[in-house]
């Protein structure tokens, strides 16, 4: 079935925009943008995640924390990421997450967002913005939020605002999109491929390419670390990216959202929502 389907859909592409995103278009006539980060700033994402993605040629994001062994010890390395074309954006100084909510027990006190005040978030998340900057020079910079959470002071006082005014686009964990008109810049779907084995993320990439959406792939540990996606999968899943370069624009978080941003205004829609 679904080897008549991809050259069906691949077809339609060529002779009008996707029905669920109407006149909304992805450079060089792909159906469907595809972006791959990696949070934690954690070791396997150096040591085989960003290898693979050479390999490959395709451009990732990683979501880094600025309080982290890697950063201490290997901030070299994070250089020569940048320099390859990989973006570095920004998942927080201390990775701080609310200690409050189910199954938040090895929250420590001391990183416990619930206790947070949004100044405090807003201090740390421009300081990590400095530290980001001397790294790589850049300024435009993209943000995933630690664990998926956008309040302090136990939920009460979000942070939204904060984020929407310091980053073109914030990652967040909610739910696929329908269109690209559903697009919040400021909390963004996010798909974990850990959890997903390669069947299930190609059918999430067709999806996406028949909405003509946006896939935005989740990782921690890549081989090692923790909430680990299997490299064989993960290098399976760039494999299939390459052999369909042309139905699917790989890019950075970054320079998709930018991309995102001169569609919605060229066409009028509306960004707050
Ligand atoms: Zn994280």
Redesign the pocket.
Known sequence: MKTYLIPLLAFASLTAPSVASPNFTWPNGAGAAVCLTY??SLPSQLDIAYPQLQAAGLKGTFFL?AKADTMENRLDEWREVARSGHELAS?SLV?PCRQGLPGRGWVSDELNLDHYTVERVRSELQLTNTLLNAIDGQTARTFAY??GDTAVANGSKSFLPVTAELYLASRGVSSQLDSMQELNFNNTPAFDLSTHNLDESIAYLEDCYTKGTVAIFLNHGVGGDYLVTDPQLHQDLLEYLVSNRDRFWVDTFKNVMTHTHDEFTRLGWDKEH
Do not use: K
């Open positions: 949070d934690d924390q998942h990775h630690p664990c």
